[in-house]
């Protein structure tokens, strides 16, 4: 009988996807270096444990949760219980009632919300505290706490209706839930609060997220819902979005899916109150966590109170973040080499392109001054946002700097791009038309086409 081999891993030839994975893993390096000691608040509606259907899912998201925290991340889980809610009330024949999507909670209702709560909650501690072999629980241990962290009080009256026991945040107890983090616990809370004078109230999850994240200053604030994320008015997926345009997409009722309407609003106001981030992800998407925070591009939307992307000019810090972006390109003759001396010593000229915290592009401007004219070199973007209109940005950035030294051309030298620079309004132009200095650093070995324009 013939044993198999089995396949050497390690191999670079054995084509099973390991330079893929390897890959992936290196662009994740940063994140996880930067997420370490950091605060995110989940947030999931009751959907994720609603039947039987969805228990891979919720064994999935919980397998996620247990990687975020391996990762030194601290976590805050705060849930929902709707649909089992609903379904309580179902079974001793009491009719939900709804205004404006905010449960009408009364007596009745509120037994079968501790009831549908207090099932919820222990499913999710029951879920965190796995730890099969041969799973991604295998030796995990979460510590799960909770406790009364929310004073509430009554909605009241709205439009002529009694809430009645449905609640509003009063106080979130945050130092409280910092002390349980500085633990390295996973704060899980449910969204019911007491009043001072002891009485319960049933709060909506999506307030009680809100509420959580702004007051322990959390860098992310993340709500799986129905949907992909948030969409413009032509129904394509919104990648990042300011606090500004978030509100602006809201006020002007542009369709989204239930859930996603209903957050919206609590989301821009945790982004404007200081929330570092906030995400719209799909619960029903396997890895959407993973994939929005440990890959360049995202899956899902992601809320700032700035921009996303910033364009500024480099400093020293950034001298190995730029010869790693640069690194691929001069291994294949497309830029120049510059030693880390020369970078260092000349880092001052380059304007970087930072996405999230990574920087992504780079350019560089060299003048000269006598001819006025500059020259622009080193324009690199990463693969993952070449069409992301970076390059173009940085172009127009180091036009810029460039006329503010009251220089009138702009020329590159390039062997492989031309037609990019040409499409710019970059003319094909004879090497005499260099500045005598860069002309006499030419070289003719690269041949380099000479591109230049008025500026």
């Not at 970059?426 to 260099?434: E, H, M, R, S, Y």
Request: with cysteine; net charge neutral.
């Amino acid at each position: 009988m013939t044993v198999a081999a089995k396949p050497d891993l390690l191999d670079p030839h054995h084509d099973n996807g390991n330079a893929r994975l390897v890959a992936w893993v290196r662009q994740a390096a940063p994140y996880i270096h930067a997420f370490r000691g950091k605060t995110f608040v989940i947030a999931f509606g009751g959907e994720v444990l609603e039947n039987s259907d969805e228990l891979a899912r919720a064994q999935a998201l919980i397998h996620d949760i247990a990687l975020l925290d391996s990762m030194g991340i601290h976590l805050v889980l705060v849930h929902g219980a709707r649909p089992q809610i609903d379904a309580e009330m179902r079974a001793r024949k009491l009719k939900p009632r709804f205004h404006n999507g905010l449960r009408v909670t009364d007596a009745a209702a509120l037994e079968c919300v501790k009831r549908a709560m207090g099932v919820t909650r222990i499913e999710i501690e029951a879920l965190l505290s796995q730890g099969l072999p041969n799973t991604p629980m295998a030796g995990a241990f979460l510590r799960v706490t909770g406790g009364n962290f929310i004073t509430a009080r009554p909605v009241g009256v709205v439009d002529g209706i009694d809430f009645q026991y449905t609640g509003a945040v009063r106080k979130i107890i945050a130092e409280e839930i910092q002390a349980d983090l500085a633990q390295e616990n996973v704060v899980l809370i449910t969204p019911i609060g007491a009043s001072p004078t002891g009485e319960i109230f049933n709060l909506a999850w999506e307030e009680v997220a809100e509420a959580v994240a702004v007051a322990v200053k959390a860098d992310k604030l993340i709500y799986l819902c129905d949907a992909p994320g948030l969409v413009d008015k032509k129904g394509k997926l919104i990648d990042a979005i300011t606090a500004e345009d978030a509100a602006q997409l809201h006020s002007r009722k542009v369709p989204q899916s239930a859930e996603a309407t209903r957050v919206l609003p609590g989301a821009v106001r945790a982004c404007r109150n200081g929330v570092g981030r906030v995400h719209f992800l799909d619960r029903r998407a396997d890895g959407a966590m993973l994939m929005e925070f440990f890959t360049r591009d995202g899956v899902g939307t992601v809320i700032t109170q700035a921009p996303l992307a910033v364009l500024r000019e480099a400093t020293h810090d950034d001298v190995g973040a730029v010869m790693n972006l640069i690194a691929p390109l001069e291994a294949d003759g497309t830029l120049v080499r510059r030693g880390r001396e020369r970078l260092e010593m000349e880092i001052n000229q380059f304007s970087v392109v930072e996405h999230d915290g990574v920087i992504v592009g780079c350019a560089a401007l060299y003048p000269f001054v006598k001819e006025k004219a500059a020259e622009l070199a080193c324009l690199a973007v990463t693969p993952e946002f070449r069409r992301a209109g970076y390059g173009e940005q940085l172009m127009l950035h180091i036009e810029a700097r460039a006329q503010k030294l009251k220089l009138k051309k702009l020329f590159v030298l390039t062997t492989r791009t031309a037609h990019w620079f040409v499409e710019r309004d970059f003319n094909d132009v004879g090497l005499d038309q260099l500045p005598a200095p860069r002309r006499d650093m030419y070289n003719f070995q690269r041949r380099s086409k000479v591109l230049m324009k008025s500026i």
